[in-house]
């Protein structure tokens, strides 16, 4: 194929992401500048058809990062405006039982009192609107897909995606070429297993030093609910069932009541399950018929659904964040606070930090430097040390089942306020903790009764999923034969079961069997790209605009 010429943008700062992390960070670096009174070029990229498309969390939110960044956030109509009324965490013993615990077994950190039960989406929307109001360009609809590099190694930048190029990689009536955004400073704010973010990764050997990064998926969907069963702030989590089939990993789920007598709930699946025949969205539908939240959602109306990964390995899995030219923030480094069960103020806090380092490198005339100053303002900043005393969190659940873990857990926070002078850590990747097939036990899922509980493709219809049919697979097979002549008679290529959107298929024509990918379905929520046991599917980003369109998510 011949070479594609680009045109080219030049700014002071390229932002990858459209998220917490990422708009935190233009904001920021514009406040900064605004201060010294200089000038920085700014623009956020996003692959999203508009800001806030693609951003799925539960999400009950802790505005200590929004105080710092707005203080005044409340007058300038911030989306912030459902406090959190009541705060419930249930043990699910079985499909029928459950204990609530009492607020003394339940960890001081989780407690969301003075926190929101908010839609981060609209909340995004809203810090976009500030960073344009700063004067930072903002591009939605426009994916990066390649990182750009200086010749002395450093990061010049991001191209975004070609439009208009058939599967078969020839050029449509509709072509256009993308552009390349060229900054002094680069920052990914991808998200979960970002694209770009995993590439990096791996080219400068960032997590050589750190523990074994972990993930989950976690579902959501939205219900308009009866104004008799809703109470406006009111939270409610629970641990245990589903997860009891001798599966491995943790499940826990959210419930909130938000505004306008709508109810989120979620189900969040640990990814280091070693049972294949495991289905994490049938266990999600499953868990809706628990009699402790069906009782919210019967006679409503589900309007939303999405799912996406989440990057969980909390400290000690931190990559290292500085490299030439760029900084790794948010999600795409696993800002997480596990024991919090939130990672929005968590993110917000890492882009505000990297605004900080590059706008000071900036007034020292530098450019593609390496930022070590941003991991002395990071261990001298109250995230890491909301994250150090939160670091064994996860790995003891992870280590130990939820019964034991949580045991271990409420000690160390109760006792040692997270200050053990040890740090727990699990070397197994996630997608290598999967059983043959032939030696776990089948799980037998309930039909759904489209009354609580739904099928796979009327769900993505809800998330409002849409990719241009014809353009190249963004779900890269490594090797082609894998998913037929390895994952089905090893595994029964779980792929079918752990995509929550059905994009994964075995098919069987003429006597013989082929795996068959629909593209058009993925709500780009990454867990393929994790938990295949081959590690054979790359996730790529599509064209820009494509993937789902999540509204008051």
Partial sequence: MEAIEREAMEFDVVIVGGGPAGLSAACRTMQLAQTSGS????????????????????AVFEPRALNELFPDWRSMGAPLDNPVTEDNVYYLVNERNRI???????????????????????????LAEQAEALGVNVFPGFAASEVLYNDDGSVKGVATTDMGISANGEHKSTFQAGYELHGKYTLFAEGCRGHLGKQLIAKFDLAKDSAQQHYAIGFKELWDVPPEVHVP????????WPLKHGTGGFSGSYLYHMQNSQIAVGLIIDLGYRNPHLSPFDEFQRFKHHPLIAPFLEG?????????????????ALPKLALPGALMLGDDAGFLNMLKVKGSHTAMKSGMLAAESVVAALARGESGSVLDDFRDRFEHSWLYEELYEARNAGPAIHRFGTF?????????????????????????????TLAKASEAKRIEYPKPDNKLSFDKLSSVFLSNTNHEEDQPCH??????????????PEYDEPAQRYCPAGVYEVVEENG??????????????????????AQNITWVVPEGGGGPNYPNM
């Fill in 100 to 126: 609530k615990l009492p607020s003394y077994f339940v960890p001081k950190a989780t407690h969301n009192h003075g926190n929101f039960a908010i839609s981060l989406g609209n909340l995004c929307r809203w």
């Fill in 39 to 58: 000038e920085i070029s700014v623009c956020v990229v996003e692959k999203g058809s508009e800001i806030g498309a693609h951003i799925l969390s539960g």
């Fill in 404 to 432: 034991l873990g949580s045991a271990f857990t409420w000690v160390d926070q109760t006792f040692f306020r997270g200050r053990l002078p040890f740090t727990l850590s699990d070397p197994k990747p996630d997608y290598a």
């Fill in 300 to 316: 409503g109306k589900r309007v939303a659904y999405g799912a996406r990964a989440i990057v969980k390995g909390g400290l000690p």
């Fill in 233 to 240: 702030g009111k939270v409610l989590h629970t641990v245990g």
């Fill in 475 to 488: 779900l890269v097979l490594a090797d082609p034969s894998i998913p037929i002549a390895r994952n089905l």
């Fill in 512 to 533: 013989s069997k082929r795996f068959q990918i629909n593209a058009q379905n993925c709500v780009h929520c990454k867990t393929c790209d994790i938990k295949d046991p």
